[in-house]
């Protein structure tokens, strides 16, 4: 069993894969995975090769899909509980403030809501 291990180990090592504070809230260990290969491939072999240019296209596409099911697990799972949290969570994702909202434009800066 030792030796299987040993194997595993030498043939199959842990990656490491940090996650930092600043990352989206979607980023996965894949898709950071995928980001190595691609830098790797573009440092390694330019902007015009084919190697660079499948790493870029894949990872394009697993951020579309992964951002995709993030967002739609997101707003279903409000949407059920808290119409209100809803909303809220909508205007957060797309960037809205309640400051751009149509009803503070008639009010001044010293008017209290």
Same mark, same amino acid.
């Given at each position: 069993?030792?030796?299987?291990?040993?194997?595993?180990?030498?043939?199959?090592?842990?990656?490491?894969?940090?996650?930092?504070?600043?990352?989206?809230?979607?980023?996965?260990?894949?898709?950071?995975?995928?980001?190595?290969?691609?830098?790797?491939?573009?440092?390694?072999?330019?902007?015009?090769?084919?190697? =660079?240019?499948?790493?870029?296209?894949?990872?394009?596409?697993?951020?579309?899909?992964?951002?995709?099911?993030? =967002?739609?697990?997101?707003?279903?799972?409000?949407?059920?509980?808290?119409?209100?949290?809803?909303?809220?969570?909508?205007?957060?994702?797309?960037?809205?403030?309640?400051?751009?909202?149509?009803?503070?434009?008639?009010?001044?800066?010293?008017?209290?809501?």
């Amino acid at each position: 069993m030792s030796d299987l291990n040993g194997a595993i180990n030498v043939f199959l090592p842990e990656k490491i894969v940090k996650r930092h504070p600043t990352d989206h809230p979607w980023m996965t260990t894949n898709i950071k995975i995928a980001i190595r290969k691609r830098q790797s491939a573009f440092l390694r072999h330019g902007k015009e090769s084919v190697i =660079y240019k499948f790493w870029r296209n894949k990872l394009q596409r697993d951020i579309r899909s992964v951002k995709r099911l993030f =967002y739609q697990n997101k707003v279903a799972d409000v949407e059920r509980t808290n119409p209100k949290c809803w909303w809220m969570s909508i205007k957060k994702m797309a960037g809205i403030t309640t400051k751009s909202e149509w009803h503070h434009q008639f009010l001044n800066e010293t008017t209290d809501v």
